[in-house]
């Protein structure tokens, strides 16, 4: 007789990393970290539309109870030195999501003279959503492609520095 | 036992000192990246110095790289809250330099994308105030709103915040078909919101009490400081560029100029600020309907070269923007390159004027200040 | 007024300082010199006739063939709904000029934002700081002989090209 019929229907069976990724991926807190443009789609991406909260996932103000940092727009580099600033006070786990082509690699303002091109050169980036301004629905699929990424985790026989390898060098 | 009055160091036990704020530049409440340094007395402000520059892209230094039609797509990026006239300012300059004269039909289109993006950004101002100071439902329904004015233009131009859309001499597309009745369609629907949104917000009790008389700009101060458009026009300043000191085809168009009126509090205070942008909203509806009304048949875009070389000299334009008064100043030296752009925006004025305003204001107070200026950050910063 | 009989009132009272009407094909100005541009300023400012209560612009060019950083004041009324335009040369080796801060307070960020990018120097003026760029930026950007500086704190302002990139790997 197997195991799974011994056991009452209302259980489910995971495994405990699993278990601890659902739940971590199913309340992702992001940081309000608009800069520029990409900041308008952001909040229109938490407006009653495209609705956030279906995925879990609210506004905080602070990066110390931050899970995820959006950077949504141009980084100029006057702000690149607070931006490490804050990533740091992010407490780990933490994510980065690079919203548009100015925090991807500077997009449009590669001419300049005052903007850093692209955030990776500041901090680690998990998620690149490109367009200038990606659509709600770009940066929503790029949340769901980060969760997707949480999912896969493992944390029980996990490594320090076992998550930096995702990024792009 | 004697009641100490003193440290043994000697310092009264009662003595106080200013406590150094800083504010941002990351910060919820300050539309985009500023940054205040305020000196204050417990929760009064003896003064908040801004510190702008966290969003300098050097978009001044870009348009003398990139050319008179590369530049459009920077021009949506000075004030990307309402694109379409900035965009309209660029082309505007270019074409008085270039001696180009746009269809009327163009004229027409122009006018109808404008206006809808000073809805937009006068939808954004309103609700960002209303959750500024607390209220979050207003904000919700703004951007609600706002969702469908986007999809007009995405339909227009197929961007929804960056447009594009404008060209030297006239429009990119002409109107889609059937573009004039959804347009009605949509001002049937929100005409009587804002009505609504009047009524939810502006005679709120603690919306009134922490607007009213808040921050008040005499009429010879928002002068002084070159305040411009809504801001200027709260402080009972009848002026308006569009139809002052008309462009386009605006002069064809009946439309009333809104000032504030103290109705709560005193002339020029923040929520005449406020209301004076609900009440252009109204005004904006109406162009538009006329626009769509009286909508002429032709072509839309004026021939220009792609090789554009206007003759050397220089121009100061003026557009009316949701911010006010956006200032211009193109110098051209017959190259294909201008030679020199310099643009002096609503926001720009506004937060120059912060620091002197801010003098004995509560903390509070500074966050419906900035709202009700309704900054942008990069058209400070550009 | 037009700018005509504005540079003939303003010449009467101050001789040389205040130079003939120019054309700069699309609007007329006048050029002042840089050490009364106060004077003539509050003069411009306070005489019932002209009024000028507004400074609607400011702003620097750099003619690097003419040896001088021009300044443009462009001047509006809302008493007599008249504007005029004046300019002033500052010497491109020695930028100096004198405020109009206290004049028209709208000068005071506007005059900061040219020191800021073209390195004019408006003496008395209350606050002389950077206003767009760090306090640490070496250098004039819109000058027209600015050369970027390969980084700053650090990071790098240049980026590979992403084709560049790929064939690296």
């Known amino acids: 007789m197997s195991l799974l019929n011994t056991v009452p229907e209302m259980v489910l069976t995971t495994k405990v990393d699993q278990l601890l990724n659902w739940t971590r991926k199913s309340s992702l807190w992001y940081m309000l970290f608009g800069l520029a443009c990409c900041a308008i789609e952001m909040m229109q991406t938490g407006g009653p539309r495209s609705d956030l909260d279906r995925f879990g996932m609210a506004p905080r103000a602070t990066p110390r109870v931050s899970d995820l940092m959006i950077v949504a727009g141009t980084l100029t580099l006057k702000m690149a030195l607070r931006t490490k600033v804050l990533y740091e006070q992010m407490p780990d786990p933490k994510y980065v999501l690079s919203m548009g082509s100015c925090s991807n690699c500077g997009g449009l303002f590669q001419l300049a003279y005052s903007v850093c091109d692209g955030v990776d050169k500041v901090i680690p980036v998990d998620v690149y959503v490109p367009g200038c301004p990606p659509r709600p629905e770009a940066l929503t699929e790029g949340l769901l492609l980060l969760q997707k990424k949480m999912m896969q985790e493992r944390w029980l026989v996990r490594e320090p520095q076992l998550r930096t390898d995702a990024v792009r060098a | 036992m004697s009641l100490e009055l003193e440290f043994a160091d000697g310092r009264d036990v009662f003595a106080t000192e200013d406590m ?19 000196r204050a007395d417990g929760e009064v402000m003896r003064s908040a110095k801004a510190d702008v520059g ?8 870009i348009a003398e790289k990139v050319g008179w039609h590369g530049f459009m797509p920077y021009t949506d990026r000075v004030d990307y809250v309402a694109a379409m006239t900035t965009n309209q300012a660029w082309a505007m300059a270019a074409e008085v ?13 122009r006018v109808i994308a404008a206006e809808l993006g000073r809805i937009c950004s006068h939808l954004l101002a309103a609700g960002a105030m209303g959750m500024d100071i607390g209220a979050i439902t207003p ?8 969702e469908l004015i986007n999809d007009l233009l995405e339909e227009l131009c197929g961007a929804r915040l960056t447009f594009n859309y404008m060209r030297i001499g006239g429009v990119a597309w002409d109107l889609p078909p059937g573009f004039g009745a959804k347009v009605l369609r949509f001002l049937d629907h929100f005409e009587p919101y804002v009505d609504e949104l009047d009524d939810l917000l502006s005679g709120n009790k603690i919306y009134i009490e922490r607007l009213a008389n808040v921050a008040v700009v005499s009429r010879e101060r928002a002068i002084a400081y070159n305040l411009v458009g809504p801001n200027l026009r709260a402080s009972g300043v009848k002026y308006d560029i569009r139809k002052h000191l008309p462009y386009s085809v605006y002069p064809e168009f009946d439309f009333e100029v809104p000032i504030g009126e103290g109705r709560h509090g005193s002339v020029g205070d923040c929520w005449d600020r406020y209301i004076v942008r609900l009440h252009e909203m109204r005004q904006s509806a109406r162009i538009l309907r006329q626009a769509i009304d009286g909508l002429p048949e032709g072509p839309v875009i004026a021939k220009v070269p792609r090789n554009y070389k206007p003759a050397a000299g220089e121009v100061h334009v003026h557009v009316e923007t949701p911010r006010g008064d956006q200032s211009w100043y193109v110098v051209a030296d017959g190259t294909e390159y201008p030679y020199r752009v310099h643009i002096r925006t609503g926001s720009f004025a506004a937060m120059a004027m912060i620091e002197e305003l801010s003098r004995g204001l509560m ?20 | 007024m037009n700018t005509a009989a504005i540079q003939q009132f303003l010449h009467e009272r101050f001789g040389a300082a205040v130079g003939p009407v120019e054309s700069a094909r699309l609007f007329d100005y006048v050029e002042v010199d840089p050490s009364a541009v106060e004077e003539v300023a509050l003069v411009l400012r306070d005489h019932p006739d002209l009024a000028f209560d507004c400074l609607n612009n400011l702003s620097g060019c750099d003619r690097p063939t003419r040896g001088r950083i021009q300044i443009t004041y462009e001047l509006f009324s809302y008493v007599h709904r008249h504007a005029f335009v004046m300019k002033v040369g500052a010497r491109r080796d020695r930028p100096e000029v004198r ?45 027209k002989d600015y050369v970027e500086a390969p980084e700053y704190h650090g990071i790098s302002t240049v980026r590979e090209s992403a084709l560049k990139l790929s064939e690296r790997r």
Not at chain 2, 363 to 382: C, K
Not at chain 3, 109 to 138: A, C, M, N, T
């Open chain 2, 139 to 146: 904000f919700t329904h703004a951007v609600r709103e706002r």
């Open chain 2, 54 to 61: 966290y969003l300098h892209r050097s978009i001044e230094k």
């Open chain 3, 99 to 143: 405020t109009v801060e206290r004049v028209w307070p709208a000068a005071n960020w506007l005059e900061r934002e040219i020191y800021d990018l073209l390195g004019v120097i408006f003496l008395g003026h209350s606050d002389l700081r950077r206003l767009l760029l760090p306090d640490d930026w070496v250098g004039y950007p819109l000058r």
């Open chain 2, 20 to 38: 150094v704020l800083n504010m941002g530049p990351q910060h919820p409440s300050t539309h985009g990246v500023l940054r205040f340094i305020i």
């Open chain 2, 363 to 382: 903390i509070a107070d500074l966050v419906a200040l900035i709202a009700s200026f309704d900054i942008v950050a990069p058209e400070v910063d550009r």
């Open chain 2, 97 to 109: 330099l270039g001696g180009v004269t746009v269809p009327r039909r163009g004229e027409y289109c």
